[in-house]
């Protein structure tokens, strides 16, 4: 069946009833009536800050070959969810807004909506209402809201922090060489890094438990790519940054001892490339002081440090023994 065959009303209620909502909450959910509505009450004591933020995946852009509808729909919501873990916040409501194709299979939008709610649910997120519309193509924009009691800013980083990030960087542009044909690799590694392009994962805990560190002094995500992403945190905070580049984690040791990557090709994996997730932080030198402090945030968040904050005038550059390199400044942009 085709979506136009079930009309708009049928349309919206095939989707909201896939839906779950905490009614004690949500009092009005998707579909329920012009708004949702959320009782404010229930999370103001918690929380003194509320979070917002926007983002848009169209096809055209953003949808890799051989992407399931159900990592799509999973993605939306994900890329989302990282913006607020880069805050430190509890995503708490989402909202969708959909243009989709009037040929489209409801098939496809089954599993669509099936990936949103999926996301959404794992991270205790409720899908509280949106939009539908007919497009040319699949376009989704998605918005969440979340709750912060101190929440965590681009601006705030100073000399002398130390420079850090979550995981391992450099499997979604990995993926992206092996679906274009550009490298080959194991069908583990193709396997892996695939579902890291596909289906991100949002480092919800992660950010939460950087910022009730209470050393953190910065954050952001690494959508874009980390020399964007540290070139950010720079401008943001006035400062400069000096990279230990062999302590950067690039890829796992697995895949990078498969398929001996060069240097070069390494840094263009972390640095210039998106789609990695992971966040980028700095926290108080003090922190190397206390080895309990340290070893929770290497554990919890498989925290790596990569650098230090230097004075702005210094620039951005890697540093290696006495040598220092400038950092190009570039990775995934729209325009």
Same mark, same amino acid.
């Given at each position: 069946?085709?979506?136009?065959?079930?009309?708009?009303?049928?349309?919206?209620?095939?989707?909201?009833?896939?839906?779950?909502?905490?009614?004690?909450?949500?009092?009005?959910?998707?579909?329920?009536?012009?708004?949702?509505?959320?009782?404010?009450?229930?999370?103001?004591?918690?929380?003194?800050?509320?979070?917002?933020?926007?983002?848009?995946?169209?096809?055209?852009?953003?949808?890799?070959?051989?992407?399931?509808?159900?990592?799509?729909?999973?993605?939306?919501?994900?890329?989302?969810?990282?913006?607020?873990?880069?805050?430190?916040?509890?995503?708490?409501?989402? #909202? %969708? +807004?959909?243009?989709?194709? @009037?040929?489209?299979?409801?098939?496809?939008? $089954?599993? =669509?909506?099936?990936?949103?709610? &999926?996301?959404?649910?794992?991270?205790?997120?409720?899908?509280?209402?949106?939009?539908?519309?007919?497009?040319?193509?699949?376009?989704?924009?998605?918005?969440?809201?979340?709750?912060?009691?101190?929440?965590?800013?681009?601006?705030?980083?100073?000399?002398?922090?130390?420079?850090?990030?979550?995981?391992?960087?450099?499997?979604?542009?990995?993926?992206?060489?092996?679906?274009?044909?550009?490298?080959?690799?194991?069908?583990?590694?193709?396997?892996?890094?695939?579902?890291?392009?596909?289906?991100?994962?949002?480092?919800?805990?992660?950010?939460? #438990? %950087? +910022?009730?560190?209470?050393? @953190?002094?910065?954050?952001?995500?690494?959508? $874009?790519? =980390?020399?964007?992403?540290?070139? &950010?945190?720079?401008?943001?905070?006035?400062?400069?940054?000096?990279?230990?580049?062999?302590?950067?984690?690039?890829?796992?040791?697995?895949?990078?001892?498969?398929?001996?990557?060069?240097?070069?090709?390494?840094?263009?994996?972390?640095?210039?490339?998106?789609?990695?997730?992971?966040?980028?932080?700095?926290?108080?030198?003090?922190?190397?002081?206390?080895?309990?402090?340290?070893?929770?945030?290497?554990?919890?968040?498989?925290?790596?440090?990569?650098?230090?904050?230097?004075?702005?005038?210094?620039?951005?550059?890697?540093?290696?023994?006495?040598?220092?390199?400038?950092?190009?400044?570039?990775?995934?942009?729209?325009?």
């Amino acid at each position: 069946m085709k979506i136009e065959e079930l009309g708009e009303i049928g349309l919206i209620e095939r989707i909201v009833e896939k839906f779950r909502v905490d009614r004690e909450m949500v009092t009005v959910g998707a579909g329920d009536d012009d708004c949702a509505v959320i009782d404010i009450e229930k999370v103001r004591n918690r929380f003194k800050h509320l979070v917002i933020t926007t983002d848009t995946l169209q096809e055209s852009t953003h949808f890799p070959h051989g992407i399931s509808p159900f990592q799509i729909g999973w993605s939306i919501v994900a890329v989302n969810l990282s913006d607020v873990a880069a805050m430190g916040a509890y995503p708490f409501a989402f #909202t %969708i +807004a959909m243009g989709i194709p @009037a040929q489209t299979e409801t098939s496809f939008l $089954d599993e =669509l909506v099936a990936g949103i709610e &999926e996301c959404a649910a794992t991270y205790n997120t409720a899908v509280v209402g949106g939009d539908i519309t007919m497009s040319k193509e699949l376009i989704l924009t998605g918005t969440c809201f979340g709750f912060a009691d101190r929440p965590v800013r681009r601006a705030g980083a100073k000399v002398g922090d130390l420079i850090c990030v979550t995981g391992s960087l450099g499997n979604a542009a990995l993926a992206l060489k092996l679906l274009r044909g550009e490298l080959k690799a194991p069908g583990d590694v193709d396997v892996a890094v695939k579902k890291a392009l596909f289906q991100p994962v949002p480092r919800i805990n992660e950010g939460i #438990t %950087i +910022a009730n560190s209470g050393l @953190a002094t910065s954050m952001i995500d690494i959508s $874009d790519g =980390l020399a964007l992403s540290l070139a &950010e945190i720079a401008k943001r905070s006035s400062v400069g940054v000096e990279l230990y580049e062999d302590k950067v984690p690039v890829l796992s040791d697995e895949i990078r001892r498969d398929l001996r990557l060069s240097k070069r090709e390494l840094r263009e994996l972390a640095y210039y490339s998106g789609g990695d997730y992971e966040l980028l932080f700095t926290i108080d030198a003090s922190a190397l002081e206390n080895e309990q402090v340290m070893s929770k945030l290497i554990k919890d968040v498989r925290m790596s440090v990569i650098g230090k904050i230097v004075p702005q005038e210094e620039g951005i550059y890697f540093k290696t023994g006495e040598e220092k390199e400038k950092v190009e400044i570039r990775g995934y942009q729209h325009f």
